[in-house]
């Protein structure tokens, strides 16, 4: 009997899953979905890690003590995971992203839905994880899901909303119906990119607000930095074709309050430990997870560069954590650097 189909196989209803990755978000989706009667496979690339998941039936590694709902199937078998699934979350970091989705090209179903879950950008080229779906997958429906979502306090059944956006109304419909629970909302948007795009960026500034906590900054300092890490996404975003109101919703704001407050995000806690004097390297290594933001922050300072958009913030931290710059400094030159407006596309109500 293979892993695939041992101990536990998935009810007949409701739509088959694969989810891609079984880190904690990707196990915490994949519960989601198996919770709503889904059948769901969690795929992982690591053999062992996907039997003793199977076995104790919770991913212990990742997100150890919160059990997998009965329609839930953890495998390291792709085909199985793949073949005949109606949807496919993609929930591996940016990094090996397009490597996971070459793998299933001569897997997946032709009308399968697919979805990205993750919140980086590769940086070749500067293309979001939706473009390389779309790329490496052409004429399957692509989505996005963004949201205020830390995986731990998924799988401990808190309620929190999402956003789904896609140009495709079905998968829309679909997604929502999959993983709306009383938990769990999903809210609805067509701009693809001003979502994707929220997600990937926010990473940037929880890095920033954990070293501003570091440093010991007060409440007024952090609400002028998470309003203008807001300014600077939305900025960036409108240049790069996205909505800037996207920017206000549950994708932007919210998970930018979520990630700059909390340290449960790993780029708050990041940006923490830099502001402590810690190195890099040692920060990321000791993580043990995925802290996307590192790799956006050099990807985004080299597009904004590029395009000449401004983006204070950005360019402050590259110059503290690649180039060296003392925070002190880089902190100083923010607050004497050029005053604009404070709310940007309102127009000729600013004149
Ligand atoms: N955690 C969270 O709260 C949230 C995370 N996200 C986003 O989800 C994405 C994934 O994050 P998260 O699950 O937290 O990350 P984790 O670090 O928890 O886990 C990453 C997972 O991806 C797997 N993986 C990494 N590279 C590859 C590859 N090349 N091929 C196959 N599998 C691979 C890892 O496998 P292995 O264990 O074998 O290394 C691991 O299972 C990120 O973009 C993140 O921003 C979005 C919302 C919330
Ligand atoms: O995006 C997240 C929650 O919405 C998780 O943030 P971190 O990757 O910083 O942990």
Same mark, same amino acid.
């Given at each position: 009997?293979?892993?695939?189909?041992?101990?536990?196989?998935?009810?007949?209803?409701?739509?088959?899953?694969?989810?891609?990755?079984?880190?904690?978000?990707?196990?915490?989706?994949?519960?989601?979905?198996?919770?709503?009667?889904?059948?769901?496979?969690?795929?992982?690339?690591?053999?062992?890690?996907?039997?003793?998941?199977?076995?104790?039936?919770?991913?212990?590694?990742?997100?150890?003590?919160?059990?997998?709902?009965?329609?839930?199937?953890?495998?390291?078998?792709?085909?199985?995971?793949?073949?005949?699934?109606?949807?496919?979350?993609?929930?591996?970091?940016?990094?090996?992203?397009?490597?996971?989705?070459?793998?299933?090209?001569?897997?997946?179903?032709?009308?399968?839905?697919?979805?990205?879950?993750?919140?980086?950008?590769?940086?070749?080229?500067?293309?979001?994880?939706?473009?390389?779906?779309?790329?490496?997958?052409?004429?399957?429906?692509?989505?996005?899901?963004?949201?205020?979502?830390?995986?731990?306090?998924?799988?401990?059944?808190?309620?929190?909303?999402?956003?789904?956006?896609?140009?495709?109304?079905?998968?829309?419909?679909?997604?929502?119906?999959?993983?709306?629970?009383?938990?769990?909302?999903?809210?609805?948007?067509?701009?693809?990119?001003?979502?994707?795009?929220?997600?990937?960026?926010?990473?940037?500034?929880?890095?920033?607000?954990?070293?501003?906590?570091?440093?010991? #900054? %007060?409440?007024?300092?952090?609400?002028?930095?998470? *309003?203008?890490? +807001?300014?600077?996404?939305? @900025?960036? =975003?409108?240049? !790069?074709?996205?909505?800037?109101?996207?920017?206000?919703?549950? #994708? %932007?704001?919210?998970?930018?309050?979520?990630?700059? *407050?909390?340290? +449960?995000?790993?780029?708050? @806690?990041? =940006?923490?430990? !830099?502001?402590?004097?810690?190195?890099?390297?040692?920060?990321?290594?000791?993580?043990?997870?995925?802290?996307?933001?590192?790799?956006?922050l050099q990807v985004v300072a080299q597009k904004a560069k590029?395009?000449?958009?401004?983006m204070?913030?950005v360019k402050?931290l590259y110059?503290?954590?690649f180039?060296?710059?003392?925070?002190?400094?880089?902190?100083?030159?923010?607050?004497?650097?050029?005053?604009?407006?404070?709310?940007?596309?309102?127009?000729?109500?600013?004149?």
């Amino acid at each position: 009997m293979t892993e695939a189909n041992s101990s536990m196989s998935p009810k007949q209803s409701g739509k088959r899953i694969a989810v891609l990755g079984g880190g904690s978000f990707g196990t915490a989706i994949a519960n989601i979905c198996a919770l709503n009667n889904n059948p769901t496979y969690l795929w992982m690339r690591d053999a062992a890690r996907a039997a003793l998941c199977q076995q104790v039936r919770e991913n212990s590694h990742y997100v150890p003590g919160y059990k997998f709902a009965p329609s839930l199937i953890a495998t390291s078998d792709l085909r199985a995971a793949v073949v005949d699934a109606d949807i496919v979350f993609v929930s591996v970091p940016s990094s090996g992203f397009r490597e996971v989705v070459r793998l299933i090209q001569p897997l997946v179903r032709a009308d399968a839905l697919l979805v990205s879950t993750t919140k980086g950008i590769e940086g070749n080229g500067f293309t979001l994880m939706s473009e390389i779906l779309e790329q490496e997958l052409p004429q399957h429906p692509v989505g996005v899901l963004s949201g205020p979502n830390f995986a731990k306090e998924i799988v401990e059944q808190q309620q929190t909303g999402t956003v789904i956006a896609s140009d495709d109304a079905n998968l829309i419909k679909t997604i929502q119906a999959v993983l709306s629970s009383g938990n769990f909302r999903v809210y609805a948007n067509k701009d693809k990119r001003g979502v994707e795009l929220a997600g990937a960026l926010k990473n940037i500034y929880a890095i920033i607000s954990g070293m501003a906590t570091a440093l010991g #900054a %007060g409440s007024n300092t952090h609400a002028m930095l998470i *309003t203008r890490s +807001l300014a600077e996404m939305s @900025r960036m =975003g409108s240049k !790069l074709g996205a909505n800037p109101m996207t920017f206000l919703g549950l #994708a %932007g704001v919210g998970d930018l309050i979520l990630t700059c *407050t909390s340290d +449960l995000s790993r780029n708050y @806690r990041v =940006g923490f430990a !830099l502001g402590h004097g810690r190195a890099l390297d040692d920060i990321v290594t000791e993580l043990g997870q995925v802290a996307e933001g590192v790799n956006t922050l050099q990807v985004v300072a080299q597009k904004a560069k590029q395009m000449d958009v401004y983006m204070p913030l950005v360019k402050g931290l590259y110059a503290v954590i690649f180039n060296g710059l003392p925070i002190s400094e880089v902190a100083h030159k923010l607050m004497v650097g050029e005053q604009n407006y404070d709310v940007e596309f309102m127009g000729e109500s600013h004149d």
